[in-house]
Structures are given as C-alpha cells and as structure tokens.
C-alpha cells in the first residue's frame, strides 16, 4: 500500500468514527423523532383531496389528544369541569359537521372556541370566560333556552349540572347552525337534543339539592320558539315537539348509482342526529333497485345502495354493531305510482328500519331527496 493510499484510509476511518460519535450510525430509534401534527385546518377551498382530509383529522384529534392530557393531570380538569365539558362539545360540533362534508367556516370556528379554552386551561389560568359565542354561521333558536341556560349561570356554578350546562350552550349553537343552513325542520333534532339537556340540567340540580330557578321553558310556538310569558314561576319542561321531528325511514339514489347525493346526505344527517341522540336504537337499512336491468345486477346494486347508506352512518359516529345492511334488488318495487319515470325514481332506494325508538318521534317516507330519471 501506498503513502497516499494509506492517508486516503486514515482519513475515511477517522470521518467513520466521527460519524458514529455523532449518532449518525446508531441504534434505529434515535434517528425517530415526534411526527409534527399540524394545528390548523387546510384552507377552505383545499378541503377535497385525501391528503388536506388526512391533515385537518390529524388537527380535530390532535386537539382531543391535548384535552385528554389535561384530564390525566386530574386536578382541577376532571371529566365533569364546565370548560372541559364545553370543549369536548366545540370538538364533537366541528367533527359531526366535517363528517357531514361541511366544508365551511363552521369547522374553523367551532375549533377556535376549543382550542381557546384548552390553552386557557394548559396555562391553568384563573377566570376563564364562561360565556358562550354564536359563531357567525349559527343563529339564535329557542330564547328560552338560552334564558334558561343564563339564569342557571347566574346562580353560579355547580359540580353537578355544570357539564351538561355546557354540552347545552353548544347544542343550542349547533342548532340555531342547522337552522340557519337548513332550515327548522333539520333543526329539530338539535332542538330535542337541547331539551334533553335542559331537563338533565333541571334534574341534577333538583337532586343536588339546589334551588331551582323561576324559569318557564315552554314547547316551541313558532318557528323559533318563544318563552310562554303567561306561565306560573317554575320550571316546566314540556316533550317535544313531535310534530317537527320525523325520523326518515326512506332515502333514494339515481339511477344505476350507489353514492350518497347531497340531498341524500342532508336527510341522514338527521337520522345519524337521532342516532347519536338515543343510542338504544338500531337501524336495518335494505337496498332495492327498479324493475329494469337483471336479477343478478340489481341484486348487486341494491347491496352497494345499502351499504352506502351505512358508510355515511358509520363516518357519522354511529357504531357498526348498531346498523345491519342487506339487498333486496328488485323484487320488491312500489309501484306506487302511475307516472312510470317518479315510479322508478321512488323504487330507487334504501328503506330504514329502527328498533328501540322513543315515543316522541314519529317517522316520514320522505322525497325530497328523489332523483326522477332524466
């Protein structure tokens, strides 16, 4: 070996050895490092591909993870403290809407007002607000409520109804965003999901030997609700409107498709609402086709109707133990109507069937998601 090729490997062990006490070449985990979360949602208009879906996930669990770990602290953010609660709710708001393919700002706001709260709480800071905003894409609804939830606050605060006092503050948001979306008839699901919540709140405080507040919440009498003024001083908690909350039991596709239309979505998103609302129910969705095309094919098609109709549910939140699909494909069409194209478009579908559903509701075959062929 040469002069020069002795330097040349004198040289090559030394950079080796560098390397190695540098790390460079050591054990696989030490090169592993903390995978970076993003904190904000991807803009509005870039909400399509998989890739900014993936992200803003990854945002709406990174804030549920960073809530979680305050709760682990115990002190003072169990599971029951007010803002822990209320930003819980902001959390859930955000993803049933984002699940739904609301791709507004409604998403960005409703996690602002979370992540507002769990820095406030990260930094323990003291007299953290309990007020509650209408974010800009909701309205107000039900002003009794609101009444109800604002005079409970007066009184102070209480370990025994301060959770649910939240979940209702956001509930009422949530609503009052369907309503102004929508229109009041989606918004009745969130409105007997408030009520609910007003009676646990009015029934833990009477448990917890507080004094209830000379509050009437009465049944809603328009649109919007109004407080029953010429009520005695108590609280009266009356069912629900039943007449506004009608549990569809049919939705329909176009024809030869198996994809959830928008129209389509808007009346499950009702049903998923319900579904969360009472986790004792059970739903049975069956797929069917029209008379056209062969026993074989439409047999296939009315398996893949039902099981998008269970997709839909599933990404919704609702368990997949609670939901069974199957297809009928067309032996059992309607014909329920003379007029053969409005024919086909009603046997284009996927029927709901519920077990467990509570009295107050009642159910409705629905059409306004029907799509007559062209």
């Known amino acids: ?35 970076v979360v993003p904190d904000q949602l991807q803009k509005v208009s870039d909400r399509i591909s998989d890739e900014a879906i993936r992200s803003d996930r990854q945002v709406i669990e990174g804030l549920r993870v960073r809530l979680r770990k305050l709760n682990e602290k115990g002190s003072p953010w169990p599971m029951d403290n007010y803002y822990v609660c209320k930003a ?15 791709r507004g700002k409604v998403v960005d706001h409703a996690l602002d007002e979370a992540r507002n709260l769990i820095v406030q709480m990260e930094a323990n800071a ?59 008839r ?40 109004v407080i029953d003024r010429t009520a005695p001083p ?22 030869n498709k198996s994809n959830v239309a928008n129209e389509t979505a808007g009346v499950l998103a009702r049903v998923s609402q319900i579904l969360r609302e009472y986790p004792q129910i059970t739903v049975v969705l069956t797929g069917h086709t029209d008379s056209r095309g062969s026993n074989r094919y439409n047999q296939a098609l009315s398996q893949r109707r039902a099981a998008a109709v269970r997709a839909y549910l599933v990404a919704s939140g609702i368990q997949v133990k609670r939901i069974t699909d199957e297809g009928r494909g067309k032996t059992q069409t ?27 509701t009642k159910t409705e075959r629905q059409q306004i998601d029907l799509q007559p062929d062209h």
């Open 88 to 102: 819980q709710a902001w959390i859930d708001f955000s993803e049933v809407e984002y699940t739904d393919n609301d």
């Open 334 to 360: 309607l014909k329920a109507d003379t007029e053969m194209i409005k024919a086909f478009a009603l046997d284009r579908r996927v029927e709901l069937r519920f077990e467990n559903l509570p009295p107050v």
């Open 234 to 255: 108590a609280i009266i908690l009356k069912p629900s409107c039943v007449d506004d909350l009608r549990v569809p039991v049919v939705v329909h596709f176009a024809y």
């Open 186 to 225: 989606h918004a009745a699901s969130g409105v007997l999901a408030s009520e609910r919540l007003a009676r646990a709140v009015k029934d833990d405080s009477a448990s917890c030997g507080a004094p209830e507040q000379e509050i009437a919440i009465s049944v809603v009498a328009s649109a919007v609700g």
């Open 1 to 35: 070996m040469t002069t020069m090729d002795s330097r040349r490997v004198s040289a090559a062990v030394v950079t080796l050895v560098s390397l190695l006490l540098a790390g460079c070449f050591g054990p696989r985990d030490t090169l592993v490092r903390e995978p």
């Open 126 to 184: 003291k007299d953290i607000s309990r007020d509650t905003k209408v974010i800009p894409e909701s309205m107000v609804v039900r002003q009794d409520l609101w009444d109800f939830v604002a005079a409970k606050k007066a009184a102070g605060s209480s370990q025994c109804t301060d959770c649910d006092l939240a979940k209702l503050e956001v509930q009422l948001v949530a609503t009052g965003h369907d309503h102004a979306e929508l229109g009041w």
